[in-house]
């Protein structure tokens, strides 16, 4: 009757170690926390903020003129974009950042009508902290994470005028014409048109935009 043995090899004792070590550190690897998810949610949530408060917040309004929010100012395409971002979301001129110092943020809209010479379905820069020399984030550039925020906003491009009566009598302005031909208001009233007048009243130019800010660092 044949014997039976068990033949042990150490090469396959350490070969198995080996591969049980192996295992466990990509267990160990995969199952741990990472601090990019922290820093990439943390950079999401400073974006919806700053976005937010774009938003909803604006300067105080001009006598005449209807309240708009910063966004729908940066929305009008009169320049007034740098000074804004550079003021609400950088913390220029005295103001605390919502944005912290280490990171740039972008501000962009979804070009849905392919004007401005890119195509369509394109995102437009409208802001780029690193791009603006005036800018404490200057050179600032994307090289480990971004995060953005995005909204859905129906704005004026052009601000409605109210209009007022070109008569003068108590409580009454009259109007006055611009270098442009155009009809303001006229302060104090010192005229009053003897031929067929013109309204100032101007309807506006609304326009749908999706908005998106970008953090990055």
Not at 135 to 148: C, E, I, M, P
Request: glycine share 10%.
């Amino acid at each position: 009757m044949g014997a039976r043995g068990f033949v042990f090899s150490l090469d396959a004792f350490v070969a198995f170690i080996l591969i049980m070590i192996t295992i466990n550190l990509l267990i160990f690897t995969i199952g741990a926390p990472k601090p990019y998810y922290a820093e990439l949610e943390a950079a999401h949530v400073i974006a919806h903020d700053t976005l937010q408060v774009l938003a909803t917040s604006g300067s105080a309004a001009q006598a005449g003129e209807p309240h708009q929010t910063y966004l729908e100012t940066i929305l009008q395409g009169d320049g007034s974009a740098p000074d804004i971002m550079r003021k609400v979301a950088g913390g220029n001129e005295g103001y605390p950042p919502i944005i912290p110092k280490g990171y740039g943020y972008r501000l962009e809209y979804l070009n849905l009508d392919g004007t401005h010479g890119e195509t369509s379905d394109d995102w437009v820069a409208i802001y780029d902290a690193g791009k603006d020399q005036a800018s404490d984030r200057f050179g600032k550039s994307y090289t480990k994470l971004q995060a953005s925020a995005t909204i859905f906003l129906s704005a004026y491009v052009l601000k409605p005028m109210p209009g007022q009566s070109p008569f003068c009598y108590a409580g009454c302005r009259g109007y006055g014409i611009n270098g442009s031909g155009e009809y303001v208001y006229a302060q104090p009233c010192d005229t009053t048109p003897c031929n067929v007048t013109t309204s100032n009243f101007r309807v506006g130019e609304n326009t749908v935009r999706i908005v998106r800010l970008v953090v990055y660092t």
